[in-house]
C-alpha cells in the first residue's frame, strides 16, 4: 500500500535534464534552484527522489557512462575492424567540434578535473568508469589485433590506456576550442601510431 500523493513526474526525465545541466556547469556551479528548473520538481520531490545533490550527482555520472558504454559495446558489435571502430570513436569529437553549440567536453573528465579526489564516492564512479572505456578499446585492439590490423606482440591493455587518453585529451581539446581539421589531423596521427 502506497500513502502520501503519488509520483507525478518520470524520473528518467528528471536524471537526464539534472545529466544535462551538471555535465555543462558543474557539480558547484550548479544551484539547487538551476536543478529544480531543470527537472521541473519541486525541492520536496527532487529530495524524495534522489537524497540529496550529491546522491544525485552520482546517478548523473553512472547514467552517462552507462549511456556512452552502451553505445560503443553497440557500435563495437557492429564493426568489422577494430582501428576503424577506434577511429570513429575519436572522430566524433571532430563532429562536436564543427558544431555551433557550447562545447561542454566530456562530463566524466569534467568531474576528475572538478573535485574527484574531494569525494570518494565520486572518485570510485570515476575510477570504474574509465577502467569500463579501457576495457571497451581493449575488446577494439583485440579485434584489430585478429584482423591483423595491428602487430600481434601489441600489449592490448597497454594500448587501449593509450587510445582512452586520447579519447579524452581529444574532449578537452574540443572544449578549450579546437577545430574540426585540428581534431581530424591529431585522430589521423593517432591511428598511425597504433
Not at 105 to 130: D, H, R, Y
Request: proline share 1%; glycine share 4%; aromatic share 8%.
Amino acid at each position: 500500500m502506497t500513502l502520501g500523493r503519488p509520483q507525478q513526474f518520470d524520473t528518467d526525465t528528471a536524471l537526464e535534464a539534472a545529466m544535462n545541466l551538471f555535465w555543462s556547469k558543474g557539480y558547484e556551479a550548479c544551484s539547487l534552484q538551476d536543478l529544480l528548473k531543470a527537472t521541473h520538481l519541486s525541492k520536496s520531490s527532487l529530495y524524495k527522489t534522489f537524497s540529496n545533490k550529491e546522491k544525485l550527482f552520482e546517478k548523473c555520472l553512472l547514467r552517462y557512462q552507462d549511456n556512452l558504454a552502451k553505445n560503443m559495446i553497440t557500435a563495437l558489435n557492429e564493426s568489422q575492424s577494430g582501428i576503424r571502430f577506434i577511429e570513429e570513436v575519436l572522430l566524433e569529437n571532430a563532429e562536436e567540434a564543427k558544431g555551433s553549440s557550447k562545447k561542454i567536453g566530456c562530463f566524466l573528465l569534467n568531474t576528475a578535473v572538478e573535485f574527484t579526489q574531494e569525494k570518494p564516492a565520486i572518485a570510485a564512479i570515476v575510477s570504474k568508469s574509465i577502467t569500463r572505456f579501457e576495457s571497451i578499446f581493449e575488446d577494439a585492439v583485440m579485434l584489430a589485433k585478429k584482423n591483423n590490423e595491428i602487430t600481434q606482440d601489441t600489449d592490448a591493455k597497454e594500448l587501449a590506456q593509450f587510445i582512452f587518453n586520447s579519447f579524452t585529451g581529444l574532449k578537452t581539446r574540443v572544449k578549450a576550442g579546437a577545430s574540426q581539421k585540428e581534431v581530424e589531423s591529431i585522430v589521423k596521427t593517432t591511428i598511425r601510431a597504433l
